[in-house]
């Protein structure tokens, strides 16, 4: 109990530090590579230094025992079924937010500063959303949870606050955008219970945030018709407007 309850401390101090770290301004490059490393640091590491100091590396691949008890409340799935499913879903829903951004429609929530403004950028918004997949989703669906279920006994509570707090990660977004994140990281919990596989739940956050962060910047009117006004299709806009930078 003591241990688990040191490092929930030092995990929840790593959210805060992620959270609040401020720079001095800098480039758009640099501000994504700063937010890499911040990812890194604020998620990756808590998550390696946690599972190694609790004996549990394997929960990476192996859902912890103490999840079980929620588990049971949900339909056990083969992760390929659900990847399957889940696949589908994100193409449909692809499809309907590139319909919505042509027609000028804006994405929930406001969009945050990391979010590409011109075509040169949109390769870093795709390894922006690889990133948050790749170190959020071990962070707020396998480490926080299983620290506080170790402390409380109850892995409901466990993922209760691990989905608010990944909720409220992304307030800069607006209360809306803060809604439909609380939901998201509900619906990654579902996923992550009725499958046991973690790595499901890392690509299907990295696919939806390539949706907010190169699909719908990509298709938005304001980019197509600066294309159009400079007469270069939308394929190689990034190309050129990469060499003018």
């Known amino acids: 109990m003591t241990t688990a309850l040191a490092l929930l401390a030092g995990v929840l101090a790593a959210l805060w530090w992620f959270v609040r770290a401020r720079g001095r301004p800098v480039g758009r490059a640099a501000r994504y590579v700063r937010w890499m490393r911040r990812a890194m640091l604020g998620f990756a ?23 079980e008890p929620l588990r049971a409340w949900l339909p056990v799935m083969a992760p390929i079924d659900l990847m399957i499913g889940a696949l589908a879903g994100i193409s449909i829903g692809l499809a309907v937010a590139a319909v919505r951004a ?18 040169a950028e949109l ?12 170190t959020e989703e071990p962070f707020f669906r396998l480490v926080l949870p ?3 279920t170790l ?29 439909a994140t609380t939901l998201f990281g509900g619906v990654m919990t579902s996923v992550y219970l009725m499958s046991g596989a973690l ?3 890392m690509l299907i956050h990295a696919l939806i945030d390539l949706n907010g962060l190169v699909v719908w910047p990509a298709l938005s ?19 050129r407007e990469g060499a003018k930078q």
């Open 199 to 201: 790595w499901l739940v």
């Open 45 to 67: 590491v808590p998550v390696v230094v946690v599972l190694a100091v609790l004996g549990r590396i394997d929960a990476l691949w192996v859902m912890p025992a103490e999840f």
């Open 123 to 134: 390769p870093w918004g795709a390894a922006i959303a690889v990133v948050a997949g790749v």
């Open 146 to 148: 299983l620290l506080v």
């Open 151 to 179: 402390v409380t006994g109850s892995a409901l509570a466990g993922f209760g606050v691990a989905t608010l707090l990944f909720g409220a990660l992304h307030r800069y977004q607006g209360w809306r955008g803060m809604v």
């Open 102 to 119: 042509l027609r000028g429609a804006r994405p929930i929530g406001r969009p945050g500063a990391l979010t590409p403004r011109n075509r």
């Open 221 to 239: 009117p304001q980019w197509l018709s600066e294309d159009r006004g400079r007469g270069v299709s939308p394929e190689v806009g990034c190309s």
